[in-house]
């Protein structure tokens, strides 16, 4: 049956009405078209295009179909049970009036083809989630993202690109040769663009992941896929950085250079889709550049990282994913941080740090003298303790099998200080007691307005322990060195997102925004005061959510 996208998905119609029934709901205006597109529990979340003995055969044993309604596992974990919804939601609490806008949370939510489950958390395809704020009201959304990818694995009901750890299965030699062939062009790599959610300074949405393919223009409104953000450079490249740095008139990435080991720093202007290139990086350590999910900016400055999770070309091309997935691990290589400047495209610092791994930098800033001389840059980042273990933590199967063992390995506010002087080595420690957060610590935000500037607070998540994922929320106070946390047994918070109140003069006036899984299985938007920490109000969906990864905010009218 046709759903208003015109996608085919099995399923009934209902409205948010239905759904909501006997609940006290609130429309923040009518809403003409509010409907629910289900797939009957237990069904695959996409169906198959054949019937299973028309399909050629899998040559990887399926696995036992996750997202099933087993106890025990919890709805984070779950596929996304409708391809799409829309409807009021049932508020808890008052929102603050001046909360005018649209959060969106990006996020790979859906494991399942068929009886097929996907092995790793970022393997998913995106999910699309809106929570637009009017007058004290939330009116919810979802939405699958129309990648082509997705498209295609709906069509065939398998795998057809490289997901982060899935990998199309060959059905004959022919197929392999093929597939070996658009992998050196770079053809068979995903666009699921399940990770973050930017609104560019001209307004429109990207949606992305770590190839460039994979950067795709989506209606913050009607969570349409309007497609393909494409470059109209000649800069190449396959894979950069999942977390552009936007601002109000650029964007700044970084392309990693697989053949020779290096960087591309690229800088695109507001309202063009012409990235030009700035500078390069060569690499310190081998035999391929560290992986770059983030980084961070100052006023003057980009700063690029070099791990020693190295991105590896090897693993690109495996059928079955290795320990480390598209990665290896070189602590022989050495850890380095970078330091380019903006202006001239030159590298003014390189210095070797302590080990390290991380996925996403907080902010950074630069430390000035007397007479106004930077003379070094500060950056801090969610630091794994130098250990890759939180990659094999992220597996479904590990997710969804939490017997009450404290599993989550240690995580902290990772400070460097890389100093402008020329010393070779920089320094890297703990921003504050990592006790204060569980030491649970991934998915930060912080005030836009101190993006490359010194700030104080910084949202994250962090752990309750025992646990086997972060559950908490955190406030983070780097002047203090403490942490206010907000907890709730058997929930599943998201990134908390910083928005600030309109008007708003100290750094942490305005709301911190989640989205929550429940252990009972349902879901909502929680609403923090970023100064407290204490909720101020919960917007629930009328079902369960996935997990999901980040978040954006679009502000109303933002574009008029
Ligand atoms: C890495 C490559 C790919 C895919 C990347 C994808 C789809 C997502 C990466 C997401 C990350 C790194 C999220 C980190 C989350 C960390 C958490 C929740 C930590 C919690 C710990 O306490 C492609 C697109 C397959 C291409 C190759 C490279
Ligand atoms: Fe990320």
Redesign the pocket.
């Known amino acids: 049956r046709p759903t208003p996208s015109g996608a085919a998905v099995p399923g009934r119609l209902a409205t948010s009405q239905g759904a909501n029934k006997g609940k006290r709901a609130v429309a923040a205006q009518p809403l003409a078209a509010s409907v629910v597109t289900e797939t009957p529990t237990l069904t695959p979340a996409i169906a198959p295009a054949a019937p299973p003995a028309a399909r050629p055969p899998v040559v990887d044993a399926p696995r036992r179909r996750g997202g099933g309604r087993g106890a025990g596992e919890h709805a984070a974990w779950k596929s996304v049970r409708q391809e799409r919804w829309e409807g009021a939601l049932e508020l808890e609490g008052e929102l603050p009036l001046w909360l005018d806008g649209t959060y969106l949370r990006n996020g790979?939510g859906l494991w399942n083809l068929g009886d097929y489950g996907f092995r790793h958390l970022?393997d998913g395809y995106a999910t699309l989630v809106r929570v637009s704020f009017r007058n004290g009201r939330a009116v919810g959304a979802h939405r699958q993202i129309e990648s082509e990818a997705y498209k295609a694995a709906r069509e065939h009901g398998k795998v057809c690109y490289?997901?982060?750890s899935e990998v199309p299965k060959s059905d004959s030699f022919l197929s392999y040769v093929g597939q070996l062939a658009s992998l050196f062009s770079g053809s068979s790599?995903?666009d699921n663009s399940?990770?973050g959610v930017v609104r560019l300074g001209d307004g429109r949405v990207l949606c992305l992941?770590?190839?460039i393919k994979?950067s795709i223009v989506v209606d913050p409104d009607t969570l349409d896929t309007l497609g393909k953000f494409e470059y109209t450079d000649n800069l190449g490249g396959l894979?950069h950085s999942?977390h552009p740095i936007v601002t109000d008139t650029e964007f700044w990435t970084l392309i990693p250079d697989l053949i020779r080991p290096g960087y591309s720093v690229v800088r695109m202007d507001a309202g063009t889709n012409e990235r030009r290139f700035v500078g390069r990086v060569d690499c310190r350590g081998g035999p391929a550049p560290g992986w770059v999910?983030s980084f961070p900016i100052t006023e003057h400055y980009v700063v690029v990282p070099e791990m020693p999770l190295r991105y590896c070309a090897r693993n690109?091309l495996r059928a079955e994913p290795t320990p480390l997935y598209?990665f290896e691990w070189h602590l022989e290589s050495g850890s380095y941080m970078h330091v380019m400047c903006k202006a001239s495209g030159k590298v003014v610092a390189s210095v070797e740090v302590p080990p390290y791994v991380t996925?996403h930098f907080i902010n950074a800033y630069e430390e000035v003298d007397e007479d106004g001389r930077v003379t070094a840059i500060v950056a801090d980042c969610c630091e794994h303790n130098a250990n890759t273990d939180?990659l094999d933590k992220?597996r479904l199967q590990n997710l969804r099998s939490f017997t009450g063992q404290d599993v989550?390995p240690d995580?902290r506010v990772g400070r460097f200080r890389i100093p402008l002087d020329g010393t070779p080595f920089g320094e890297l420690e703990p921003a504050l007691d990592p006790e204060e957060h569980g030491r649970?610590?991934?998915?930060c935000s912080i005030n836009p307005a101190h993006v490359g500037k010194e700030y104080r607070y910084a949202y994250a998540c962090g752990a309750h322990r025992p646990c086997n994922f972060?559950n908490t929320l955190t406030k983070i106070d780097l002047v203090e060195k403490t942490a206010k946390n907000w907890y709730e047994e058997g929930a599943v918070p998201s990134e908390p997102y910083f928005v600030p109140r309109p008007g708003a003069v100290e750094e942490d006036d305005g709301v911190a925004i989640s989205m929550v899984s429940a252990r009972d299985g349902s879901a909502y938007a929680l609403v923090l005061d970023a100064k407290t920490f204490q909720e101020v109000a919960r917007a629930k969906f009328p079902y369960a959510m996935p997990y999901g990864?980040h978040c954006c905010w679009v502000p109303r009218n933002s574009n008029a």
């Open positions: 790979p970022f490289r997901e982060f790599l995903t399940n990770t992941t770590e190839t994979g894979i999942a999910h690109l598209k996925f939180i992220l989550l995580a649970g610590m991934d998915m972060p990864l």
